[in-house]
Each structure stands twice: as structure tokens, then as C-alpha cells.
């Protein structure tokens, strides 16, 4: 497993690197973040044993199709375009694919759309990967129906959120051959935005323990993003190991 934290800027960049991440997660979340990665950017960032992936910008009105058309889709585009020049493969993008909130009309149109933004991605040798934001897996099956190998972050904190049980679960039952990529935080559940707190991992109720085991059952091994303040990242590291550890090694006792 490959351990990485979020990059805002290129001090976030030296602290991955001096405490041993193997990647950062630029967060590419507007014009003014696409301008500082391409003045500051230095390919010398990327190496064997510390590489870089990104993270796109919020999607807006979600319930807007003149926002989708005519400020999302080209912000996206511009965001593939500099996870391009920073050397990343990798662009984690929002586009909320909920039928409790979002229309079917719209729902149709995002998919039409997302199938443009896979496409001009693949070409530039970037994979997109679509996150959960409060989808089941259902939801994300009709978002990815029409893309040969649609690529899923995994957002393991937002799976608790809107729902009686983490929705990661079966996620990975029923998606584990698309999912490239994985976000971890902790929450105490709840209804909204304001539930979604970012807590270090062990602070909140998230079965990391039984989610991990229906990763690595599925055969993920993979990158993993602590999305935390820089001094959580540490402590919340140790914890994520241990319990891969761990479940690895119940996982392997059970076919000795």
C-alpha cells in the first residue's frame, strides 16, 4: 500500500517528503491553484520513490446544467491539462451523481458528460476517478455505465455520511475492479456537509477494520490519501498501517 497526504503548495511537498510519504495529492481547486503548480512546479518532484496525483476542483450548482456545461466541464478539462504538466496519472474529480438530490434529467446529462471528460483525460494519458460524495453503488454504476473501465476514489469518510451504514462496503462488493484510489478520514456519520469533519483515523465511528478487509479481499493495494491537517498525518499513517497489518495477516492465517 502507498501512503500519500493532500499538497497545496510546495512546502506540503518537502514536509511528504522529509516524513516519508510516497505521494502527494496536489489539490488543483481553481485558476489561481493551476497557475502556482505551473510556475512552481519542478519535475524533479517526481521520483521513484515519491510521485504526485491530483485532486480536481468542487463541482459547483450541482442541480445547474448551464454551470455543468459551461464552467465545470472546461474547468475540468484545464485541471487535466495541469495534472498533465505536474506528471501526475491520476485526477480525482466531484461530480455528485445522487438521485435524492440531483434530477434525472441532469443525472443523464452529467453521465454524457463525464464520458466526454474520461475520454479527454485517457487521451492525455491522465485516469479520471469519479468520488463518492453520498452515492451508493448503484448511483455510481449508472455514472461510470457507458465508460469501459471507469476509475472510483474511494471516499471511505464520505461512505458513512447520509446513510445507516458505511456505503463503501458495498462499493467494494460490487465496483472493487474500478476503484484506483482511496481517501481516508474519519467522521461520527450525520446528513450533510457539515458532518463531513476530517477527523483522524480512530476519532470517529468508521470501521476502518472491516473496510480494509473488504479491500485487501478484493485485492486492492493501491494509494491511500489522509485527507488531514499536516499534524495529523503522522499519527493517522501508524494507525492505517497497523490496521492493514493486521487484517493482512488475519486475511493470510485463514488460508494456512
Known sequence: MLYGGHAR?????????????????????????????GDKYNPRINSREFHLVAHGPHEGDPNSLDN?????CPA????????????????????????????????????SALERLFVYAQERGVILSLENL????????????????????LDIGHGQLLTTSNRAF???????????????????????VKDDLH???GDGIIDFEGIIGSLLSSGYDNTM???LKRHELDVSRIKLIQIVDRVRADLVAKFL
Open 9 to 37: 503548495n510546495l512546502d506540503d511537498i518537502t514536509f511528504l517528503r522529509d516524513h516519508h510519504f510516497d505521494f502527494g495529492e496536489v489539490i488543483l481547486d481553481g485558476p489561481d491553484s493551476r497557475v502556482y503548480w
Open 68 to 72: 455543468l456545461l459551461k464552467n465545470y
Open 76 to 111: 475540468l478539462e484545464a485541471t487535466i491539462d495541469t495534472t498533465v504538466m505536474i506528471g501526475a496519472n491520476l485526477l480525482t474529480a466531484h461530480l455528485w451523481m445522487d438521485p435524492r438530490f440531483v434530477s434525472q434529467k441532469l443525472l443523464h446529462e452529467k453521465r
Open 134 to 153: 453520498s452515492e451508493s453503488a448503484s448511483d455510481m454504476e449508472f455514472a461510470l455505465s457507458n465508460i469501459p473501465n471507469g476509475s472510483i476514489t
Open 170 to 192: 458495498d462499493i467494494i462488493e460490487r465496483l472493487a475492479s474500478n476503484v484506483r484510489h482511496v481517501h481516508v478520514h474519519d467522521n461520527s456519520g450525520g446528513n450533510g
Open 199 to 201: 477527523l483522524p483515523v
Open 225 to 227: 490519501t489522509l485527507e
